[in-house]
């Protein structure tokens, strides 16, 4: 029966405040997610959390993998990334990407995690060459889906065509929350308010992202709003990111890409009293993937951290778990 | 929002025997490649330290400014403190105090917002503090 279900979990990345004010090592971290019961599947973000990635020693892994075992936990994604500007006057060649991306394939294999995030900008061409990689490593790397990479982007509609055309199940897509919300989330707007924003500029702003314009009217919209309301610099800046942080499209659209999914980075920002995520419809979000029988791995990724330095992480991810185990039960 | 992590620490001022040096954080959420970091002033009691005289370290090693943006395979890992150092002995000594300000430039090379360009942030941190 539990075949038939997603299996929860979290990333490390939601304990980002904890983990940048020392509060914990990695070790510990685990402990903790094991002790309240997070896993059992547990994503990490390479270039958070080990400090020799992109590499790791065969000593680490033995002992991560000891680690994992001794609390019941299974390795679900590692966060890559392919750091192509990482010089200034020049980009990484297509060789160098190659390169960079087999070392995280190296350790994802190492560690044990059966998914391999990249980011969507690497695009299809190396993308071809990157499947023989993965297959080779069997791992699968996925292109993570955040806002405002909807199932229509032309971007993800690339990538489709490929992985049709390729048929390979070690390519494919990792879905984002942040791309089906209702809303952008209260921490957000409370943040933009800290900042000096008018109440009268945050209502313009909520109106122009619930419309359906396109992407470059809506940043239109906002700019013509942030002169009205003369709002600073900082503010403005801010205001744009509501756009590329926090996307519009149906939840029920997520069906279409979950043929070539293996695993979902269940973004949240808040569960308020009642269990209810206040700016996601995670109760549609979660019926789609009980529908179509989606079976892989769910992280609970909540990036309020983006909005507040407090390390309340691990309060947020167990009201997470409480809410999707309670969505996903029969 | 409350800052808990600043960019030049709290209480990190401390007199050496070079000259001075306090600790930075990297704000942000994942570790980066030392290349990354365009730009990083000083200045203390309000006056600009000549570039040639700061130093940046992390991971045991210290490195001259201009060395930086060759750096791609040294990681800044994200839970560590940078030491940034001026060389100018007998600048600051222990028990007194001094304002000091560091600006610092991240580039993100792995979030581009244009053809050639990347996500970059500018920190521009004062403090005063009472050197150990």
Known sequence: MENNKPILGVTLYSFTNEWLSRMYNFDDLVARVAELKLGPAVEVVGFQSFRTYPDVTDEFADHFRNLFAKYGLMPSCLGANCDVGRRKDHLMSEGEILTYLDRQLVTAKKLGFPVMRIQTFVGPKVFEKLAPMAEKAGVHVACELHSPLSVDNPDVVALRELFDRLKSPFIGFIPDFSSTMNLPPNLFWENLGSLGAPAGLIEAAKTIWLTDLPIPEKFAGLAEASVRFKASPVVAGQLNTVMTMFGHMQPGKLAELLPYTHHIHGKFYEVDASGRETSMPYPEIMAVLKKEGYHGTISAEWEGHAFTQEAVGFKWVQAWHAMCTRLLAD | ?132
């Open chain 2, 1 to 132: 929002m409350r800052e808990i992590i600043k960019l030049v620490e709290d209480d990190s001022l401390k007199a050496t025997p070079a000259g001075c040096e306090v600790k930075l954080r990297l704000k942000w959420y994942r570790s980066l490649p030392v290349s990354c970091i365009e730009r990083l002033q000083v200045s203390l009691d309000g006056v600009q330290v000549d570039p040639a005289q700061v130093r940046f370290g992390v991971n045991g090693h210290q490195f001259k400014l201009e060395e930086l943006a060759d750096l791609v395979e040294e990681f800044w890992f994200i839970q560590d403190s940078a030491v940034l150092s001026i060389v100018d002995p007998g600048k600051v000594k222990t028990g007194e105090a001094h304002k000091v300000r560091v600006e610092m430039a991240v580039r993100f090379p792995y979030i581009p917002i244009g053809p050639g360009k990347f996500l970059t942030h500018i920190h521009d941190y004062s403090t005063e503090q009472v050197a150990h």
